[in-house]
Every structure is written in C-alpha cells, then in structure tokens.
C-alpha cells in the first residue's frame, strides 16, 4: 500500500510511524509513504502558505495554491487513483471498520491541515472524503494522519507476527479485547487467573469470550446495543455480570 501526505511537517508524520510493526512493515514495503510539502509549492521569497481569515477573526487559513500543487504532485507519483481524505474535527469518525475499509485500498492521499484549517473551497473540490480521529481538537492533521497510517498499516497483510493478532483486536468483532497477562505468574501484584494455566483451551476461549463481554458491558455498553449476541454469549455475559455484581457501567465517572 501506498500513502502519500500532504503536509507542512513531512518529518512529524515520517518518524511518528518509523517504529515497531510500522517501522517493520515499512522498511519491508508492505507500507510505503511519501510526504508532500506544500511549502515547497508556495510562491514568493517567504513562501507563505497561509492567509488571515475572511471575515475577520483569529487565526490563519490554509491558501489553496500551494495545496493545489502539493496535491497534484502526491497524485502523479501515486499514479492511479487515489482518494484523497483530509484529517479534521469536522470529519466523519474513524471507526476500525473504516480502517479495515481504507486497508484494502492500494493507495490513498492524506491531507493534513494546520492553523484554522483550509480554505473550504479546496475541501470541496479536491477531497473526497473528511475524516476525524476523536471528538478533540489536535492543533493540526499531522498526528491524525499517523494515527490512520499506523491503524492501517498494521492490517497490511505481514505487517503482524502473527495474523491472528488482528483478528483478536478490539472491536474487530465488535468487542472490547479480553485482557492478557504474562510471567511470572505470581506478583505482589495479584495471580494470573487461573483458568489461563489450566491447559484446556475451550476453557480458555469460554474465559476470554466472557471477559470482552464483560469488559465491553462495563466500559462500552453502546458497542452491545449494535449486536446481537448469540444464546452462548448471553449465557456469558450474565455469568459475568453475576460474578461482578454491584459494577455497573464504568463509562461515565
Ligand atoms: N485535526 C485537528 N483535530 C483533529 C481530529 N480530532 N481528527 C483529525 N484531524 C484533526
């Protein structure tokens, strides 16, 4: 896959995503990213890239010249098409079925804004689509951007040691994860559980199901309303919900 990145700091997006299974992945060109500056496109001595807001009020607003430009060039290198999806509050929620959706593409062109934002007649014209990470104000895409390359970049198929690690994710089927533990088995801190030991892996599986049941009850009951849980799960959560009696929702303290 490729992802090309429209941005004023190629360098917070290239070693934000330079690590782990990101930076694995990239140095095996499972992923390969470019960025675009569109600095590099702005006319004059001081190159400006920005604008006072029309109306009045604080702040700068991104020119639509030097984006333009940037653009066009991530979309010649990029060759093909390529959506091009730009990163702000006002965008559409990212959800990991989105991620899923974005991680089968070959290739796609994230635009990254900073200051109040980009002249609304660029969004129109040149993006396809407006996305946000969260219901918070980050001073600019570059981050957000990382964050879509990372959750994507982790689903190209390779990127994890093991590909049922993707499949066990939170909310990959809807669900919180179950939560794990490793050595030693005993700690100050408390005892692995001990069904975790036993050896029987149906127990297990039994114990895990429980868990992200559970856990997505008390921390995300809205994701429970979205599905339909089969007579086995039911069974599970009350077993749950037995031995966590007096827990109620976490969500809101
Ligand atoms: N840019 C600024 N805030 C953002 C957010 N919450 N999501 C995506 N891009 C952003």
């Known amino acids: 896959m490729r992802i ?8 917070f997006v290239q070693q934000g995503i330079g690590f782990g299974v990101i930076g694995r992945a990239a140095e095996r060109g499972l992923l390969e990213v470019e960025a675009w500056n569109p600095r590099d496109y702005a006319e004059g001595g001081y190159r400006r890239v920005d604008d006072s807001v029309c109306g009045g009020g604080p702040g700068m607003v991104m020119l ?3 984006l333009r430009k940037a653009l066009a060039a991530a979309r010649q290198a990029a060759a093909g098409k390529a959506p091009v999806i730009y990163l702000s509050p006002q965008g559409r929620r990212l959800t990991q079925d ?7 593409l070959p290739r796609m062109i994230l635009l990254c804004g900073r200051y109040e934002g980009i002249d609304e007649r660029l969004v129109e014209r040149e993006v396809d689509e407006e996305l946000s990470i969260g219901d918070y104000v980050l001073s600019g895409g570059e981050l957000a951007a990382a964050v879509v390359i990372d959750a994507i970049g982790r689903l190209q198929e390779g990127a994890l040691g093991d590909a049922q690690s993707a499949l066990q994710d939170s909310f990959s089927v809807g669900l919180l994860d179950c939560p794990h533990y490793t050595r030693p088995v005993g700690h100050e801190f408390g005892e692995v559980p001990a069904v975790l030991l036993s050896g029987d892996h149906a127990a297990v599986n039994r114990w895990r199901r429980m868990q992200s049941l559970g856990r997505t009850w008390l921390r995300r009951p809205e994701l429970l309303e979205n599905l339909t849980l089969g007579q086995d799960d039911q ?6 919900k037995r031995e966590h009696k007096g827990q109620t929702h976490e969500q809101d303290h």
């Open 4 to 11: 090309d990145v429209v941005t004023l700091f190629p360098e």
């Open 64 to 66: 639509i010249e030097p």
């Open 98 to 104: 989105k991620v899923r959706q974005l991680a089968s």
């Open 235 to 240: 069974r599970l959560l009350e077993e749950f």
